[in-house]
């Protein structure tokens, strides 16, 4: 129980930390999603700002683990699994609400210190510049290769399973508790040996959709530095687009792994090991997504900053300000763009005037029903 008490505080701290970094690598002319001319980027008061919602976001994660260790000292094992997990899930989302609430604040912070100080755009200097070529030279792994690489993995499950279908014994399990105990069993059916398989199939599509939305998405060249900005946005999704690969593969083989071992070796190797392979895909797919999130920033543009010796002050971005509200959803029914980067954070986001927006989150939200479905089927 130590150790998964343990997990979960590296959770919550993990989280804390990601969520206060998150104005560091975000775009250095939107700070907390408010446009901040060139000249006014590396004020004083900006990076106070930035500094003070890190140390925040790791307090309130550190805080909010506090209560797990407590929670431990409980003597039943059930009870405490049972309010450790009800607590875990509470505990994430009070921290993903504070922090967002922390978000706001700054917000609002640095708007006031904008009009007090008579921080504003210069009209006249604010430019829009367009790559006509940008998504004819990008050079990303196709998401065809992502489709069709899990589909090989995900057949290559269904047929061994099917194959040795006479090997798998009449019960096996498809849980385990904190103590790697099997607390869930299930009876042999071709619907029970085939419902891991069909939540593999079902991420197929979402893997695929999250990565044609990121390549997909507007560019946002900085309108002094056009080329510059398209070269290293264009290396900043070849990157991400490889993990994308990446990923996508390693976490089919994870549920592969997992499928093949609920079926056929839950009685010849622990349950630890599992354990470990889980730790190390979680790692793995942390660790580099921070490697590339601290190297490139969004868009690339710390490539640009860092082969850039004196940063041109003369044109500042557009301020798009009305339509993205409080910074994080974008509403412009004029631009025809589905997908758009993100103001605050890394990746890509939706453009919610676009009907085509709330089609992929009705898939979405499909995808979380039909989860929810083949667990109720299962138990």
């Known amino acids: 129980m130590m150790v998964f008490n343990l997990f979960m505080v590296s959770i919550f701290i993990l989280v804390g930390i990601i969520n206060g970094i998150t104005p560091y690598y975000s775009r250095r002319g939107t700070p907390f999603g408010i446009t901040v001319p060139g000249s006014y980027q590396k004020h004083p008061f900006v990076q106070k700002l930035k500094k003070k919602y890190l140390v925040y976001n790791i307090i309130l994660s550190v805080v909010l683990s506090i209560p797990i260790f407590f929670l431990s000292r409980l003597e039943n094992i059930e009870t405490q699994e049972m309010w450790s997990s009800v607590y875990f899930s509470i505990a994430v989302l009070l921290l993903v609400a504070v922090s967002f609430i922390l978000y706001l604040k700054c917000r609002k912070t640095i708007q006031i210190w904008k009009n007090k100080n008579n921080v504003s755009s210069d009209i006249k200097k604010e ?3 367009i790559d006509t070529r940008y998504h004819e030279e990008l050079n990303t792994v196709s998401t065809s290769s992502i489709v069709i690489a899990q589909i090989i993995i995900v057949l290559v499950t269904v047929g061994i399973t099917l194959l040795f279908y006479a090997s798998i014994p009449d019960e096996f399990p498809i849980h385990w508790n904190s103590q790697n105990i099997p607390d869930r069993i299930v009876e042999k059916s071709y619907l029970s040996v085939l419902m891991m398989p069909t939540i593999q199939f079902l991420l197929v599509p979402v893997m695929a959709f999250s990565h044609y939305s990121f390549i997909k998405s ?3 060249l900085l309108s002094n530095y056009p080329q510059s900005t398209s070269k290293h946005s264009k290396i900043f999704r ?10 996508s593969i390693a976490l089919q083989l994870l549920l592969m792994g997992t499928t093949f071992y609920s079926l056929f070796f839950t ?4 349950m630890e090991y599992m354990g470990i392979l889980v730790g190390l895909f979680v790692f793995w797919i942390v660790g580099y997504s921070l490697f590339l999130t601290w190297k490139y920033g969004q868009g690339g543009e710390k490539l640009v900053f860092s082969e850039i010796d004196d940063f041109s002050q003369e044109v500042t971005e557009v301020d798009e300000e009305e339509y993205w509200k409080w910074g994080v959803f974008y509403y412009n029914p004029e631009d025809p763009a589905i997908f758009v980067e993100k103001r605050f954070g890394i990746g890509s986001t939706i453009n919610m005037a676009r009907w085509q927006s709330w089609a992929c989150i009705g898939g979405l939200v499909l995808f979380c029903i039909l989860i929810v479905l083949i667990s ?4």
């Open 218 to 220: 507007k560019q946002k």
């Open 127 to 129: 430019r829009i510049i």
């Open 238 to 247: 070849r990157a991400w687009s490889v993990y994308f690969l990446i990923s």
């Open 376 to 379: 109720i089927v299962m138990v």
């Open 267 to 270: 009685d010849d190797v622990g």
